[in-house]
């Protein structure tokens, strides 16, 4: 029995056709405003398709690209300039940032009504609290495929392994809130192929190739692979390929569904992004959120 598998790449694509539809019954046009720091190519690929996707579905981008070794000051007051611009109704400060600037004091100067990432100290303390907020991305999306695959997920037992702030703590949080059962694992978690294999719904975000063995999972289980690790390609000398967390190829015999790597989480994030945008648009301006960005 070979595993369903999630299409994550042809959801984002329904999710920007949603916020594209939103977009267009809304008073003004949102603005997403992107800031890179340095020259790191992996961050401009994903910067590059922010800005495309953002054009794409109606809004617009702005981006600003500085110099790595830029003062964390003239950061900050880049931020503080985004956080004043009525035009502006998300901000986002790629990561990570190049050494030697403070990525907690600049991502603590979004302004909490534009903070599309979820990052800040309020958008967490909001996550934590149940209330109204922006919630970080690459969780939302995780959240999004389960229930796509699964239905509701109340009682089912969901293992987040890792606990980052920008992936982890996040998505175990947003999980508890669709009632599942919630394990934290990291790397202090003794015999993790035993908490792994109680899971109904497995979520690595490690940053480990590979790391998850098929061994680790229930059979029939959902595997939500957040990881995207950059390897050397088998085939091809001196090319790389993308795998996630998950040892794919023998998981799709065990598990009842799994994202691949490319095509599964990854384009959610960005589409997440999108509809946050559109939300912070709407919550800052007084109009409603568009029913279509339920789900
Ligand atoms: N699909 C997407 O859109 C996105 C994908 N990613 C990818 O997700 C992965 C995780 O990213 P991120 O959360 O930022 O990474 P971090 O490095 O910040 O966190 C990794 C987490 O995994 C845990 N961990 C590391 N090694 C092990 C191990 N051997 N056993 C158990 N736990 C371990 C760490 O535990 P401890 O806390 O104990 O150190 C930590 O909590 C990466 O591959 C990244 O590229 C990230 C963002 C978006
Ligand atoms: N402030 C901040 N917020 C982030 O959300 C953030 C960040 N910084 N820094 C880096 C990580 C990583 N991240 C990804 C987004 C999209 C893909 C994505 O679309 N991946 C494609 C493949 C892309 C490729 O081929 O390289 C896929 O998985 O199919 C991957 C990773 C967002 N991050
Ligand atoms: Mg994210």
Not at 113 to 128: F, Y
Not at 131 to 156: E, F, H, I, N, Q
Not at 159 to 174: E, F, N, T
Not at 197 to 214: F, K, N, Y
């Given at each position: 029995?070979?595993?369903?598998?999630?299409?994550g790449?042809?959801?984002?694509?329904?999710l920007?056709?949603?916020?594209?539809?939103?977009?267009?019954a809304l008073?003004a046009?949102p603005?997403?405003?992107?800031?890179l720091?340095?020259?790191?190519?992996?961050?401009?690929?994903y910067?590059?398709?922010k800005?495309?996707?953002?054009v794409?579905?109606?809004?617009r981008?702005?981006?600003?690209?500085?110099?790595?070794d830029?003062?964390?000051?003239?950061?900050v007051?880049?931020?503080r300039d985004?956080?004043?611009?009525?035009?502006?109704?998300?901000?986002?400060?790629?990561?990570?940032l190049?050494k030697?600037?403070n990525s907690?004091?600049?991502?603590?100067?979004?302004h909490p009504d534009?903070d599309?990432?979820?990052l800040?100290?309020?958008?967490a303390?909001r996550?934590?609290?149940?209330?109204k907020?922006l919630?970080?991305?690459?969780?939302?999306?995780?959240?999004m495929?389960?229930k796509?695959?699964?239905g509701?997920?109340?009682g089912?037992?969901?293992?987040?392994?890792?606990?980052s702030?920008?992936?982890?703590?996040?998505?175990?949080l947003l999980f508890?809130?669709?009632n599942?059962?919630?394990?934290?694992a990291h790397?202090?978690?003794?015999?993790?192929?035993?908490?792994?294999?109680?899971?109904?719904?497995?979520v690595?975000?490690v940053?480990r190739?590979q790391?998850?063995?098929?061994e680790?999972?229930?059979?029939?289980?959902?595997v939500?692979?957040?990881g995207?690790n950059?390897?050397?390609s088998?085939?091809?000398?001196?090319k790389t390929?993308?795998?996630g967390?998950?040892?794919?190829?023998?998981?799709?015999?065990?598990?009842?569904?799994?994202?691949?790597v490319p095509?599964?989480?990854?384009?959610?994030?960005?589409?997440?992004l999108?509809?946050?945008?559109?939300i912070?648009?709407c919550?800052?301006?007084?109009?409603d959120?568009p029913s279509?960005?339920?789900?």
């Amino acid at each position: 029995m070979s595993a369903i598998k999630i299409d994550g790449k042809a959801y984002a694509e329904r999710l920007r056709g949603h916020v594209a539809q939103a977009v267009k019954a809304l008073p003004a046009q949102p603005g997403l405003a992107v800031v890179l720091v340095g020259e790191d190519p992996a961050s401009q690929v994903y910067v590059r398709s922010k800005a495309k996707f953002t054009v794409e579905t109606g809004m617009r981008s702005i981006e600003h690209k500085l110099p790595a070794d830029i003062s964390e000051d003239a950061l900050v007051s880049l931020v503080r300039d985004l956080n004043a611009d009525p035009e502006v109704d998300g901000i986002l400060v790629q990561l990570p940032l190049p050494k030697g600037l403070n990525s907690d004091r600049v991502i603590e100067e979004i302004h909490p009504d534009k903070d599309v990432d979820g990052l800040t100290e309020a958008s967490a303390g909001r996550l934590s609290l149940g209330k109204k907020g922006l919630r970080p991305c690459t969780p939302t999306g995780c959240v999004m495929l389960a229930k796509d695959t699964l239905g509701d997920l109340s009682g089912k037992h969901c293992v987040v392994l890792g606990r980052s702030i920008l992936v982890g703590k996040p998505a175990a949080l947003l999980f508890l809130e669709q009632n599942c059962t919630v394990t934290i694992a990291h790397s202090r978690t003794k015999d993790l192929a035993s908490v792994c294999r109680e899971a109904d719904i497995l979520v690595p975000a490690v940053g480990r190739p590979q790391m998850v063995q098929a061994e680790w999972i229930k059979p029939g289980a959902c595997v939500i692979d957040v990881g995207i690790n950059r390897v050397p390609s088998q085939r091809f000398e001196g090319k790389t390929r993308l795998v996630g967390d998950v040892d794919y190829k023998p998981a799709r015999d065990v598990a009842g569904s799994i994202t691949p790597v490319p095509g599964g989480v990854g384009p959610m994030t960005i589409a997440c992004l999108l509809r946050n945008t559109v939300i912070a648009a709407c919550h800052r301006r007084g109009w409603d959120v568009p029913s279509i960005l339920d789900f």
